[in-house]
């Protein structure tokens, strides 16, 4: 989502209660609330489907600098490196980055609208499908880079990747694959209190798993189906047990809140923090953010800018940000999942009734028994079985991703009214936001394929050619 203002950066950290009132500083008005979508696009060359150089006629470099020079963009660079791109809309900012293996992102801005959400969709495709193609590039809506193989890929300038890039291999498998190759969609939500924001992590994460196999788009790797729908979100799984994954811990307490979220942040190891433009790696050791509050890092002491970056670094399926929360189980996808992962999570999250009876979809598992739905997903998607429940109508995700979707339509629908308590504030949703997702939910109702099984019957259509399957995931821009 769109940055908002940061309040006293220079603060000096030497209390975790600091950070809870940093969090406390983040609340929305409930007539204010937006939703802010983030996707990254894996970008390849057109004719050879080539991963994308930094520099030369048709490389990253040359891409960022005409979408500055033609929409109004401000361009941020790195050493010198041009590496992202920012604006001021009427809805606030929004920014264009650019991911370790040249994947590049679109950070939109706060929405109060699912139209607006689609509007600022339209004219982002819009404007980097035109340079793309007037460069001989590619848009491709893959959740994964199933064509390439690691090496193949190049690394993007960035200070920020360096530190990441040598430190993956000491806690992952395949952490380098995780930054390379994936891409993802991302839906932020604002929070109204503490107990608001803890009751949305608490069922954002009871619904991840759902969502995860709704969303599911990347059965391929090294160029050949991997035994996993969602091999993205395998990759995840096998890339830093420290700072991804399930957080179990959110479900752990009954009143579980920003203090158990702050505790959390400081025993995870810190990448690194930013002084004067340069980044300082911290990573030669096992240090965490407590470590630096109690005896500093190379002659620094910690800041409230100094935890904003670390936890920035933290990838658990549901992250707490400063004033949002950010939902991040879903593959990217074709223009309608872009549209239908915002809309799933506003009618789920934003609606009292819709929220309560989204959670109660799953009340019924352990903590364990989340963690092992959360895995079986990655392979099966909505064949999944739901762990503990043997028959009946509630057995598999594909049966309980139906009822999820129903209950985010109808909160939509319920959002397109004013809230109680402001009667006077524009509703929180638009006439049928609903519709951007029914299409989902009528094809999943009517016992279509998922996702990724379409996508491994297509590719064995192609007799194996993942050269033509990945041309099929372009995404169209002439909107």
């Not at 590496?83 to 809805?91: G, K």
């Not at 995870?268 to 790696?281: A, E, K, S, T």
């Not at 999943?444 to 019957?457: D, F, K, M, T, Y």
Request: with cysteine; aromatic share 8%; proline share 7%.
């Amino acid at each position: 989502m769109a940055q908002r203002p940061a309040s006293s950066p220079a603060e000096r950290v030497t209390d975790p209660a600091q950070l809870v009132a940093w969090f406390q500083r983040g609340f929305e008005r409930p007539e204010n609330r937006r939703v802010g979508t983030e996707h990254e696009k894996l970008v390849l060359q057109a004719d050879d489907l080539a991963p994308l150089t930094y520099d030369g006629p048709r490389g990253v470099r040359r891409l960022l600098t005409l979408l500055a020079e033609r929409f109004n963009y401000q361009l941020l660079e790195d050493h010198g490196n041009p590496i992202a791109l920012r604006r001021m809309t009427p809805n606030g900012w929004e920014s264009i980055t650019l991911e370790p293996g040249g994947q590049i992102e679109l950070s939109g801005a706060p929405l109060r609208t699912l139209e607006d959400a689609e509007v600022e969709l339209r004219t982002h495709l819009t404007e980097v499908g035109s340079v793309a193609e007037e460069l001989g590039l590619l848009m491709t809506s893959a959740g994964l880079n199933g064509l390439h193989d690691l090496d193949q890929v190049h690394w993007m300038p960035k200070s920020r990747y360096a530190v990441m890039r040598e430190y993956m291999p000491r806690v992952g498998q395949l952490g380098r694959w995780m930054m390379k190759m994936t891409c993802t969609i991302q839906a932020n939500l604002d929070f109204t209190s503490e107990a608001d924001a803890a009751d949305m992590l608490r069922t954002s994460l009871y619904l991840s798993p759902l969502v995860s196999a709704l969303f599911a788009n990347s059965p391929l790797m090294h160029g050949k189906p991997s035994g996993f729908h969602t091999a993205r979100g395998h990759i995840w799984t096998q890339t830093d047990p420290d700072r991804c994954g399930f957080p179990l811990f959110m479900l752990e307490s009954s009143d579980f809140g920003f203090k158990d979220y702050v505790e959390y942040t400081l025993d995870v190891p810190m990448y690194l923090i930013v002084r004067d433009g340069h980044y300082i790696d911290l990573t030669q050791e096992r240090f965490t953010f407590r470590d630096f509050m109690h005896r500093g890092a190379k002659g620094f002491t910690p800041t409230l800018d100094d935890y904003e970056t670390h936890i920035a670094t933290l990838f658990p399926e549901v992250r707490l940000k400063r004033k949002y929360i950010e939902m991040r189980g879903a593959d990217m996808g074709p223009f309608e999942h872009i549209l239908a992962l915002p809309a799933l999570w506003k009618g789920l999250l934003y609606d009292a009734e819709a929220r309560r009876d989204a959670r109660a979809l799953l009340d019924d598992l352990s903590p364990e028994q989340r963690q092992e739905l959360f895995l079986r997903v990655t392979r099966w998607s909505l064949d999944a079985p739901i762990p503990g429940r043997t028959n009946g109508a509630s057995a598999t995700v594909r049966d309980l991703a139906i009822h999820m979707l129903r209950i985010a339509i109808d909160g939509l629908d319920r959002l397109a009214s004013p809230l109680p308590e402001a009667p006077d504030a524009p509703p929180l949703a638009g006439p049928d936001e609903a519709r951007y997702l029914r299409p989902m939910h009528d094809r999943l109702a009517s016992g279509a394929p998922s996702r990724p099984e379409h996508l491994l019957q297509r590719w064995q259509a192609l007799h194996g050619d993942t050269q033509a399957w990945l041309r099929e995931q372009a995404i169209p821009w002439k909107l």
